[in-house]
């Protein structure tokens, strides 16, 4: 794996820097492949089964390929009495996937979390980054178009009303 060679540089035989390799992998790749975790766990020094434990239990990695386009939907108390169902129904319905899938042409995964810490703009969604409050299906759905190429404009227009 020599795309992740110069992340290890300076670290090997040091497993005390798993988790920030892990980081810089994923942030290369867009996810942990298995591939890489083999190399890691060789040159750190850490057992593979630890390395997968770890890549496994902290929900910022992702050991699968994510789309272009990453949604978030927050499911904590607020979001949920807010309408995030109504949300996961409209990604369901609208892009054929469950939370935790992508779009078979890779543009759109969508993931559900317990809370993104933002209660007071309930329900709140995470599109690569930016968060988009008071979300509705409606724009959920204009945001999902144009994260599919479709109707830019309205989708623009989805974001600045939130």
């Known amino acids: 794996m020599t795309t992740i060679e110069p992340i290890l540089e300076g670290r090997r035989s040091q497993p005390d820097q798993l988790i920030e390799v892990l980081q810089d992998v994923q942030k290369i790749c867009g996810y942990i ?4 975790m083999k190399t890691v766990a060789r040159e750190l020094g850490v057992p593979l089964m ?6 496994n239990f902290y929900k910022a990695f ?9 949604i978030t939907i927050c499911t904590g108390t607020a979001c949920h009495v807010r309408g995030s169902d109504l949300l996961i129904d409209q990604v369901k319905g609208q892009l054929n996937i469950e939370p935790g899938d992508t779009t078979k042409d890779g543009l759109i995964t969508v993931e559900c979390v317990n809370c993104l810490g933002a209660c007071a703009l309930a329900p709140i969604v995470v599109q690569n980054e930016s968060y988009l409050d008071h979300m509705s299906p409606a724009k959920l759905r204009k945001i999902i178009d144009h994260a599919k190429g479709k109707k830019k404009k309205e989708a623009s227009d989805a974001q600045v009303q939130s």
Do not use: I
């Not at 492949?33 to 890489?36: G, L």
């Not at 630890?50 to 890549?55: L, N, S």
């Open 33 to 36: 492949p298995q591939d890489a």
């Open 50 to 55: 630890e390395v997968y434990r770890v890549a």
């Open 62 to 70: 992702t050991l699968k390929p994510r789309g272009k386009n990453v």
